[in-house]
């Protein structure tokens, strides 16, 4: 089992940045994939990026690759989302998501979750 408690969201004007962190308990976090997703009101939770546990092979959803970096450092128990360039369109509660052997798209394939933490982008 792992937990997940994710921190550093918070509102930033169109063109910012924000360093979102998701802190993982228990022992085996780097055998773990890390995710991150994301859900705007009334929409349904969607894939931003994920994370290997293996080989650092790292994925992205199309409408945020160039401008968020997702990473890890093992030693913390920790993952990390950092966006630049954020537009209004990435306002959402952002998710931290685990898992033994899936890093894919869709969610319902995680098995583990964060709380989540919201970020808004003014205009």
């Known amino acids: 089992q792992v937990q997940l408690e994710e921190s550093g969201g918070g509102l930033v004007q169109a063109g910012g940045s924000l360093r979102l962190s998701c802190a993982a308990s228990?022992?085996?976090?780097?055998?773990?994939?890390m995710g991150w997703f994301r859900q705007a009101p009334g929409k349904e939770r969607e894939f931003v990026a994920a994370?290997?546990?293996?080989?650092?092979?790292?994925y992205y959803a199309n409408s945020v690759k160039g401008r968020f970096t997702i990473s890890r450092n093992n030693a913390k128990n920790t993952v990390y989302l950092q966006m630049n360039s954020l537009i209004p369109e990435d306002t959402a509660v952002y998710y931290c998501?685990?898992?033994?052997?899936?890093?894919?798209?869709?969610?319902?394939?995680?098995?583990?979750w964060g709380q989540g933490t919201p970020v808004t982008v003014s205009s």
């Open positions: 998501a685990a898992d033994h052997s899936y890093t894919g798209t869709l969610s319902n394939r995680w098995d583990y």
């Open positions: 994370i290997s546990w293996n080989d650092g092979r790292t």
């Open positions: 228990g022992r085996t976090f780097s055998s773990y994939h």
